[in-house]
């Protein structure tokens, strides 16, 4: 069955840059996109980017200039990283099939900016 | 960016209510709208699709519709497990989310 799984360190120091992993199964990354979305606590839901499944990205332009999206197809495994990390960018950090209409999402990994 | 409102922010409802939860669109989108329900610890999960197709799995008290600007969510008899943050999600450009209604029971 498909399943997505995000991992990355809980902790990350302001003006840092952080790196989480987004790692597939049962889902071939050549024929499906996958979307960052993060949530602070108690707050929306925001879309941040997606990586096509020819390798192509698009990013929010909110954060446009800070993000990156990359992937591993031999490992299934996506990449985010985004540097000049505030205390605002403290969240939930998900990843999902798809641009639209996530059918599948990551458990979600908790990221803190803090030092 | 396409701006996404949802109303109320927070619905009270008994069970076997009829609840309708509303998106409004900055612009048109095409229909380009999906539905998400999240509950407290939880990741988002996907009810409604392109407007108004429900998901595999969902049961048939969901429903949406709407066109242009305008879309609704319904829940034909509100059950206790309806108990949620229910989000609107435009794909028509730019992807964003709505701020959500938060659906309690009274």
């Known amino acids: 069955q498909v399943q997505l799984k995000e991992s990355g360190p809980g902790l990350v120091q302001p003006s840092q840059t952080l790196s989480l992993t987004c790692t597939v199964s049962?889902?071939?990354?050549?024929?499906?996109?996958v979307s960052w979305i993060r949530q602070p606590p108690g707050k929306g839901l925001e879309w941040m980017g997606v990586?096509?499944?020819?390798?192509?990205?698009d990013y929010n332009s909110a954060i446009k200039s800070r993000l990156s999206i990359s992937r591993d197809t031999s490992k299934s495994q996506v990449f985010l990283k985004m540097n000049s990390l505030q205390t605002e960018d403290t969240a939930m950090y998900f990843c999902a099939r798809s641009y639209y209409s996530f059918d599948y999402w990551g458990q979600g990994v908790m990221v803190t900016v803090s030092s | 960016d396409i701006q996404m409102t949802q109303s109320p922010p927070v619905l009270s409802a008994s069970v076997g209510d009829r609840v309708t939860l509303s998106c409004k669109a900055s612009?048109?989108?095409?229909?380009?709208l999906d539905w998400y329900q999240q509950k407290h610890g939880e990741a988002p999960k996907l009810l409604i699709y392109?407007?108004?197709n429900l998901q595999t799995g969902i049961p048939s008290r969901f429903s949406g519709s709407g066109s242009g600007t305008d879309y609704t969510l319904t829940i034909s008899s509100l059950q206790p497990e309806d108990v949620a943050t229910y989000y609107c999600?435009?794909?028509?450009?730019?992807?964003?989310f709505g701020a959500g209604t938060k659906l309690e029971l009274k």
């Open positions: 990586i096509w499944s020819n390798g192509g990205t």
């Open positions: 612009q048109n989108i095409n229909k380009n």
């Open positions: 999600y435009q794909y028509n450009s730019g992807p964003t």
């Open positions: 392109y407007t108004n």
């Open positions: 049962g889902l071939s990354l050549t024929s499906n996109s």
